[in-house]
Nanobody, 126 residues
Framework: QEQFVESGGGLVQPGGSLRLSCAASGFTLRWFGAGWFRQVSGKESEAVACLSWNDVLTYYEDSVKGRFTISRDNGRNTLYLEMKNLKPEDTGHYYC???????????????????RGQGTRVTVAP
């Protein structure tokens, strides 16, 4: 059974750091683009950071550029999101998903498809 299992969320003070992990099972993550998505109550989920299947393209939502870093460990079949200098507006439910990156339009975009995990909660507050 194909699935993602996320971990690493929690409560952190503004300016703090977290590292989210997303372990894939039942399929080989290296053959897929993948990304982290954030859902906030009352809003649609948005792509936060994504990697193309060959790691050539990297997408970051504007507000996280310079603070978040997405990476993957193919040997561990795991996707990561390093989050630094966290802000209250980073609060949300983060989940990973296989994703497609599109650079054919006016800018690079990322959309999830296929597999996704249940997610992990990130709360940034004093």
């Amino acid at each position: 059974q194909e699935q993602f299992v996320e971990s690493g969320g929690g409560l952190v003070q503004p300016g703090g750091s977290l590292r989210l992990s997303c372990a894939a099972s039942g399929f080989t993550l290296r053959w897929f683009g993948a990304g982290w998505f954030r859902q906030v109550s009352g809003k649609e989920s948005e792509a936060v950071a994504c990697l193309s299947w060959n790691d050539v393209l990297t997408y970051y939502e504007d507000s996280v550029k310079g603070r978040f870093t997405i990476s993957r460990d193919n040997g561990r079949n795991t996707l990561y999101l390093e989050m630094k200098n966290l802000k209250p507006e980073d609060t949300g439910h983060y989940y990973c998903a296989t994703a497609g990156l599109d650079n054919s339009g006016s800018g690079l975009t990322c959309a999830q498809y296929h597999y996704r995990g249940q997610g992990t909660r990130v709360t940034v507050a004093p």
